[in-house]
């Protein structure tokens, strides 16, 4: 065996051919596995060291290990000029998201503080900004609405006696029931984590996810309708809910205050306008202008010096409290009602975050940590749930400015946090004054970058319709079912066409291309030409018990062998020949018995059932042995053979003739042709299964590969196995698929090698247009 070199890009090889059993001696197959035992590795896990101490710890609270190695010269500059960009956004998205959130405006500055801090001492990721996001804020929103409505705190009013909502026992109860929330759901999070679960968001497929946050961005922008109008509509919960919705804001829309309206275009005219400035002088611009911030200090002034709240009834958000509050512990008995609103907002949050904190790792030369990132986000909503906060998750639109600033480490959020801070201690209270108008604005131009994912519909068509679907599907579900059971319908979806696609996988026939020890599609490649007698079959896919029979039915349409007919035909044929040897056996013993004979007949004729004892011996007879031929197959099509028995004779002196160069004909030792459904006739002596694509084996598997063999044999048929990986060779073994029907030498490493052996084994000399390919093989066998 040896690799000689010929010149530049070609390459010889002479080796003898590979089935398994040769394989494993020449590459010495370990007989033990070189993994730890289970019981060592538990051990392992459970012995505790000063080192691996140190490990865990510094894993599990990353703070100890970059900040004593933070560097003031490289990274304080950037970080804070990054820091007072995020704190200043942080502001007016904390007060606009609390109202998506349907809790009073300073919450959202909690939320934009507490879990902000509380990631910085346990995040991975670098550069992403979390706290306050729209999509879980009005999935909060869902929930806190849901359960505490309007109109379970109408009280009368003492005046008029007209029903009044009590602002204040609402307020209350919705802080309770989002704090609730967000506390069960960093439970989950931080219990997944601790498990290492981590790798759960890989069944959130990128589509999915994109058109999830598009139909959740629908659903911000329908919650914020009512407040650019200025009207008051009815709350809506369950599937179809933002159907109702938009149903009742245009019942309404007579009712809109022209006050708020003009508000609102003023608003949108300056915030876009100036977005689009700092989008086209980004690279020109140190920072981007705050724009939110100066909106609605501006706007607060002018609503207070104008007085809009008193004399033209535009909506305010009303009083906001100095200093922080207390913590306390929100209503456990309300987690049955939450449960599955808290998994839900928990996974879409750490979704947004280890798919923004994976870009910017990439983008930057680092590992974000899925696992550990589950624990931050839970260990965020645990306190958050503490301080009354509802959930948080990462910004794409404060993580690109964070990013676009300079900020590389996570002192960004530190510095952010103690701008917040020194809001809610002392500015919080001017802001009283400002128009709800105002905050909707701002949630809606902060949601460019979600209806900007539209543009996936083009790219998808193009590129994967399958996933275009599922995006589609994904936001109709998402819209119409509500975000809980909407997330729940696509995950489903997305899962259910990754089904499909093991059900629909692509058969192949492959030919070999002369010159090489390549098999490549016959149908894609013209120069791709199958060997006569040996039909070399792939699957694309693995085979497993969803798409066993599949592999069977094509097997038989791909190779034009009916299978089940041709047994049917066999037995049928095996059944009379039994019923007519019996009747002649009869017939005889009553001859010899009439005629007083023991065993003879007259004439010293030998019994019919010695005469086949005989035949049996002779290795020159082949009962029962039934035709198959093949023909040069269609490009564009399968050959489906039929089968037909024809003539009842029995001729002991049939032999195998040659008809023409490109086809063989075989008759049986009965004298009864196989007559294909085509003129011309050719045998196939030999099926080779290619494996390569298999990475597993279930009992189906086994079962199918197991009737596969029997069922061919009995037509004369051999069927190989190649490409296995060890894996599935294990598999098979343990399985108890070999035997000495099916020995392990039916296994070979590559199709080239199954191919020799079956030239080798039925000999050239028989097929005439094999010595072409005999010629152009790269490989020579010493057999």
């Known amino acids: ?88 956004m942080h502001l007016p998205m904390g007060l606009a998201y609390a109202l998506l959130a349907s809790v009073p405006p300073v919450f959202g500055l909690y939320t934009s503080f507490y879990p902000v801090l509380m990631y910085c001492i346990f995040g991975t990721s670098r550069h992403i900004s979390v706290g306050a996001f729209a999509v879980t804020s009005i999935m909060i929103g869902t929930t806190t609405e849901r359960l505490a409505p309007n109109s379970n705190f109408m009280i009368l009013n003492g005046t008029n006696g007209t029903e009044v909502i009590d602002v204040v026992a609402r307020d209350v109860a919705r802080v309770q029931i989002a704090a609730s929330t967000t506390l069960l759901s960093g439970i989950f999070l931080f219990l997944l984590g601790m498990i290492r679960f981590g790798f759960a968001v890989t069944f959130l497929s990128d589509p999915m996810v994109r058109a999830y946050m598009t139909g959740a961005g629908i659903h911000v922008v329908l919650s914020q309708l009512p407040s650019l109008f200025g009207i008051r509509v009815g709350r809506f919960s369950g599937p179809l809910s933002q159907v109702y919705l938009l149903i009742d804001i245009c019942r309404h829309l007579p009712e809109t205050n022209i006050a708020a309206v003009v508000v609102t275009l003023v608003a949108l005219a300056v915030l876009i306008a100036v977005k689009e400035l700092n989008i086209y002088y980004e690279k020109k611009m ?28 535009v909506a305010v958000i009303g009083q906001i409290p100095k200093g922080l509050k207390a913590p306390r512990s929100p209503d456990v008995s309300m987690w049955g009602s939450v449960v599955g609103d808290a998994f839900v907002v928990g996974i879409v949050g750490y979704a947004l975050n280890i798919s923004l904190g994976k870009i910017f790792g ?34 794409p639109s404060r993580t690109l400015l964070q990013d676009s600033t300079g900020g590389k480490t996570q002192v960004v959020g530190l510095i952010s946090s103690v701008l917040v801070l020194i809001f809610i201690l002392q500015l919080g209270s001017l802001f009283e004054e400002l128009p709800k108008a105002v905050l909707a604005c701002i949630v809606l131009v902060n949601l460019k970058g979600l209806f900007m994912q539209f543009k996936d519909i083009p790219a998808l068509w193009k590129s994967n319709k399958v996933d275009l679907l599922v995006w589609l599907v994904t936001l109709v579900c998402t819209i119409l079912l509500n975000l809980d059971i909407g997330l729940g319908a696509s995950i489903g979806f997305s899962m259910l066409t990754v089904i499909f696609k093991t059900q629909l996988p692509r058969y192949s026939i492959l030919g070999h291309v002369p010159g090489t020890e390549l ?13 006569p007698g040996i039909t070399i079959f792939r699957s694309s896919t693995t085979m497993y018990y969803t798409n066993a029979q599949l592999y069977l039915d094509a097997l038989q349409e791909k190779s034009g062998i009916d299978i089940g007919m041709l047994l049917m035909k066999k037995k049928k044929r095996d059944t009379e020949e039994k019923r007519k040897d019996e009747k002649e056996k009869n017939k005889a013993k009553k001859e010899a018995k009439k005629n007083g004979v023991n065993g003879r007949l007259p004439n010293n004729t030998v019994h019919p059932d010695d005469k086949r004892d005989e035949e049996k011996g002779s290795p020159d007879l082949k009962l029962n042995q039934t035709a198959i031929a093949l023909v040069d197959r269609p490009i564009n099509g399968q050959v489906n ?34 007559e ?108």
């Not at 459970?46 to 609270?61: A, E, G, H, N």
């Not at 589950?374 to 301080?387: E, K, Q, R």
């Not at 009842?648 to 004909?665: A, E, R, V």
């Not at 044999?713 to 000495?740: H, M, N, P, W």
Request: glycine content about 6%; hydrophobic content about 35%; proline content about 3%.
């Open 362 to 395: 990439q983008k930057h030369g680092y590992n974000v940590d899925s696992n550990q990132e589950m624990v931050a986000i839970g260990l965020c909503n645990i306190v958050g749930g503490f301080f009354q906060c509802h959930a948080i998750a990462a910004s």
């Open 641 to 674: 053979w039929g089968f037909e028995q024809q003539g009842n004779g029995f001729d002991q002196d049939s032999k195998t003739d040659i008809h023409g160069d490109d086809h063989i004909t075989q008759m049986s030792s009965t004298g009864r042709e196989g």
């Open 286 to 313: 140190p920072v981007p202008v705050p724009i939110e911030l100066i909106t609605i200090v501006v706007a607060t002034l002018i609503s207070y010096y104008c007085k809009l709240h008193s004399l033209y009834k």
């Open 676 to 783: 294909m459904g085509r003129s011309s006739v050719n045998d196939t002596h030999t099926i080779i299964l290619d494996l390569s694509t298999a990475n597993f084996a279930d009992t189906a598997t086994v079962k199918t590969l197991k009737n596969i063999f029997l069922n061919y044999r009995k037509i004369d048929i051999d069927i190989y196995l190649t490409g296995c990986q060890v894996c599935v060779v294990e598999q098979l073994s343990s399985a108890g698929f070999f035997s000495e029907s099916i020995p392990k030498s039916c296994l070979f490493a590559t199709i080239h090698d199954a191919v020799l052996h079956c030239l080798r084994l039925h000999g050239a000399s028989d097929v005439p247009i094999i010595y072409e390919y005999a010629l152009d093989l790269t490989c020579t066998t010493n057999m």
């Open 1 to 88: 065996m040896g690799v000689e070199e010929q010149r530049a890009g070609e390459f010889y090889v002479e080796r003898d051919v590979m089935n398994e059993l040769c394989l494993d001696k020449l590459a010495r197959r370990r007989t033990h596995s070189t993994r730890p035992l289970l019981k060592e590795r538990v051990k392992d896990s459970l012995r505790c060291s000063v080192p691996k101490l140190k490990r865990s710890v510094l894993s599990f609270i990353p703070i100890l290990s970059w900040l004593p190695r933070y560097s003031v010269r490289q990274d304080a500059l950037g970080d804070l000029i990054s820091g007072i960009s995020i704190g200043i």
């Open 519 to 531: 098999y490549l599609d016959t149908d894609t490649y013209e120069e791709a030409k199958e060997i």
